[in-house]
Protein backbone atom coordinates (compact mmCIF):
# COMPACT_ATOMS: atom_id res chain seq x y z
CA UNK A 1 0.00 0.00 0.00
CA UNK A 2 1.30 3.57 -0.98
CA UNK A 3 -0.34 6.62 -0.63
CA UNK A 4 -0.51 10.43 1.05
CA UNK A 5 -2.14 10.91 4.64
CA UNK A 6 -3.14 13.61 5.93
CA UNK A 7 -2.93 14.27 10.06
CA UNK A 8 -3.30 16.17 12.57
CA UNK A 9 -2.95 16.32 16.15
CA UNK A 10 -6.14 17.61 18.32
CA UNK A 11 -4.22 19.21 21.46
CA UNK A 12 -5.69 20.73 23.92
CA UNK A 13 -6.16 24.33 24.48
CA UNK A 14 -4.57 24.80 20.56
CA UNK A 15 -7.55 25.53 18.32
CA UNK A 16 -5.24 26.61 15.50
CA UNK A 17 -4.03 23.60 14.13
CA UNK A 18 -4.51 22.02 10.77
CA UNK A 19 -4.00 19.24 8.99
CA UNK A 20 -0.29 18.41 7.00
CA UNK A 21 0.34 16.31 3.92
CA UNK A 22 2.84 13.31 4.28
CA UNK A 23 2.76 9.88 2.72
CA UNK A 24 2.65 6.35 4.05
CA UNK A 25 3.61 3.28 2.61
CA UNK A 26 3.32 -1.17 3.99
CA UNK A 27 2.26 -3.79 3.35
CA UNK A 28 -0.57 -6.31 4.21
CA UNK A 29 -1.21 -9.57 5.22
CA UNK A 30 -3.84 -10.66 4.34
CA UNK A 31 -5.96 -13.10 6.88
CA UNK A 32 -9.40 -13.13 4.77
CA UNK A 33 -11.10 -16.46 4.61
CA UNK A 34 -12.59 -16.18 0.92
CA UNK A 35 -16.68 -16.58 0.49
CA UNK A 36 -17.32 -15.46 3.88
CA UNK A 37 -18.78 -12.04 4.39
CA UNK A 38 -16.58 -11.52 7.26
CA UNK A 39 -12.87 -11.16 7.37
CA UNK A 40 -9.97 -10.16 8.99
CA UNK A 41 -6.45 -8.40 7.77
CA UNK A 42 -3.71 -7.04 10.02
CA UNK A 43 -1.13 -4.53 7.72
CA UNK A 44 2.26 -2.95 8.90
CA UNK A 45 2.45 0.78 7.47
CA UNK A 46 4.92 3.32 8.03
CA UNK A 47 3.20 7.05 8.41
CA UNK A 48 4.68 10.34 8.10
CA UNK A 49 2.39 12.34 10.65
CA UNK A 50 2.12 15.44 12.47
CA UNK A 51 0.40 18.89 12.69
CA UNK A 52 1.04 22.38 11.42
CA UNK A 53 -0.25 25.74 12.98
CA UNK A 54 -1.64 28.75 11.22
CA UNK A 55 0.64 31.22 10.25
CA UNK A 56 1.37 34.32 12.83
CA UNK A 57 3.28 37.24 12.76
CA UNK A 58 5.80 38.22 15.46
CA UNK A 59 6.04 41.80 17.21
CA UNK A 60 8.92 42.27 14.45
CA UNK A 61 6.21 41.70 11.39
CA UNK A 62 8.10 38.38 11.02
CA UNK A 63 5.15 35.34 9.77
CA UNK A 64 5.82 32.00 11.64
CA UNK A 65 4.05 28.85 11.18
CA UNK A 66 4.71 25.72 13.74
CA UNK A 67 4.87 22.00 12.82
CA UNK A 68 5.05 18.68 14.95
CA UNK A 69 6.69 15.82 12.44
CA UNK A 70 6.36 12.08 13.67
CA UNK A 71 7.12 8.70 11.87
CA UNK A 72 5.20 5.85 13.25
CA UNK A 73 5.19 2.26 12.76
CA UNK A 74 1.61 1.32 12.32
CA UNK A 75 -0.13 -2.11 13.13
CA UNK A 76 -3.96 -2.33 12.28
CA UNK A 77 -6.08 -4.87 12.68
CA UNK A 78 -9.22 -5.00 10.90
CA UNK A 79 -12.36 -6.58 10.61
CA UNK A 80 -13.55 -6.53 6.67
CA UNK A 81 -17.54 -6.28 6.25
CA UNK A 82 -17.91 -7.13 2.87
CA UNK A 83 -21.36 -5.13 1.27
CA UNK A 84 -22.18 -8.25 -1.03
CA UNK A 85 -22.13 -11.56 -0.77
CA UNK A 86 -18.85 -13.61 -2.46
CA UNK A 87 -20.56 -15.07 -6.32
CA UNK A 88 -18.46 -18.18 -7.89
CA UNK A 89 -16.96 -15.70 -10.14
CA UNK A 90 -15.09 -13.71 -7.87
CA UNK A 91 -11.52 -14.31 -7.78
CA UNK A 92 -10.66 -11.49 -5.47
CA UNK A 93 -11.94 -9.03 -2.50
CA UNK A 94 -10.86 -6.16 -4.81
CA UNK A 95 -14.45 -5.97 -7.09
CA UNK A 96 -16.33 -6.00 -3.26
CA UNK A 97 -16.79 -3.07 -1.38
CA UNK A 98 -15.37 -3.70 1.96
CA UNK A 99 -16.22 -1.74 5.45
CA UNK A 100 -12.92 -2.08 7.52
CA UNK A 101 -13.12 -1.36 11.27
CA UNK A 102 -10.81 -2.02 14.27
CA UNK A 103 -7.82 -1.02 16.59
CA UNK A 104 -4.43 0.53 15.92
CA UNK A 105 -1.20 0.08 17.31
CA UNK A 106 1.04 2.15 16.72
CA UNK A 107 5.23 2.93 17.93
CA UNK A 108 6.89 6.45 17.14
CA UNK A 109 10.22 5.77 16.08
CA UNK A 110 11.11 9.85 16.49
CA UNK A 111 10.18 13.68 16.23
CA UNK A 112 10.08 16.89 15.14
CA UNK A 113 9.24 20.34 16.18
CA UNK A 114 9.70 23.00 12.98
CA UNK A 115 9.72 26.56 13.20
CA UNK A 116 9.25 28.56 9.89
CA UNK A 117 10.22 32.17 9.94
CA UNK A 118 10.09 34.24 7.16
CA UNK A 119 10.73 37.88 6.91
CA UNK A 120 10.70 39.88 3.45
CA UNK A 121 13.17 38.31 1.99
CA UNK A 122 13.91 34.60 3.26
CA UNK A 123 12.63 31.95 5.16
CA UNK A 124 14.61 30.35 8.17
CA UNK A 125 13.53 26.74 9.69
CA UNK A 126 14.02 25.58 12.82
CA UNK A 127 14.15 22.05 13.15
CA UNK A 128 13.83 20.80 17.01
CA UNK A 129 13.95 17.01 17.54
CA UNK A 130 11.54 15.83 20.17
CA UNK A 131 13.73 14.97 23.37
CA UNK A 132 13.06 11.12 23.59
CA UNK A 133 11.48 11.68 27.48
CA UNK A 134 8.90 13.75 25.91
CA UNK A 135 6.82 11.46 23.76
CA UNK A 136 5.28 8.29 24.33
CA UNK A 137 6.85 5.62 21.88
CA UNK A 138 3.17 3.82 22.07
CA UNK A 139 -0.26 5.10 20.49
CA UNK A 140 -3.20 3.29 19.94
CA UNK A 141 -6.23 4.43 18.19
CA UNK A 142 -9.60 3.01 16.21
CA UNK A 143 -9.18 2.74 12.49
CA UNK A 144 -12.16 2.89 9.95
CA UNK A 145 -11.80 2.31 6.45
CA UNK A 146 -13.70 2.09 3.18
CA UNK A 147 -12.10 0.16 0.28
CA UNK A 148 -13.10 -0.89 -3.71
CA UNK A 149 -10.54 -1.90 -5.86
CA UNK A 150 -7.39 -1.14 -5.21
CA UNK A 151 -8.12 1.85 -3.54
CA UNK A 152 -9.11 2.42 0.58
CA UNK A 153 -9.79 5.74 2.53
CA UNK A 154 -8.86 5.08 5.95
CA UNK A 155 -9.37 7.63 9.19
CA UNK A 156 -7.25 6.59 12.20
CA UNK A 157 -8.63 8.40 15.37
CA UNK A 158 -6.03 8.56 18.16
CA UNK A 159 -6.97 7.71 21.98
CA UNK A 160 -3.36 7.87 23.83
CA UNK A 161 -1.20 10.92 24.17
CA UNK A 162 1.26 11.91 21.72
CA UNK A 163 3.19 13.74 24.39
CA UNK A 164 3.25 12.85 28.04
CA UNK A 165 3.48 15.87 29.60
CA UNK A 166 1.06 18.87 29.31
CA UNK A 167 -2.34 19.62 27.49
CA UNK A 168 -3.87 16.10 26.11
CA UNK A 169 -2.43 15.63 22.72
CA UNK A 170 -3.96 12.77 20.03
CA UNK A 171 -3.32 11.89 16.40
CA UNK A 172 -5.85 11.96 13.72
CA UNK A 173 -4.91 10.67 10.46
CA UNK A 174 -6.42 10.56 7.15
CA UNK A 175 -5.00 8.00 4.16
CA UNK A 176 -5.57 7.49 0.52
CA UNK A 177 -3.96 4.28 -0.48
CA UNK A 178 -2.96 2.33 -3.20
CA UNK A 179 -2.74 -1.34 -2.76
CA UNK A 180 -2.53 -4.60 -4.69
CA UNK A 181 -4.08 -7.54 -3.56
CA UNK A 182 -2.11 -10.45 -4.28
Not at 66 to 90: C, Q
Not at 125 to 148: C, E, H, K
Amino acid sequence: MLGPTLSTMNITGIDSTRFRLDYCFGARVALIPKHLPIGAELDVVYSRQGTSTKSGTLENGNRVRLMEKSSYINIPLLLNFYMRRWKDDDDDESKLVRLRVGPQIGFCLKGDAVESVKDSRKTIQTIIPWPVNTFNRIDYGLTMAVSYWYVEVRYTYGLSNVFKEGEKSTNHVISVTWSDIW
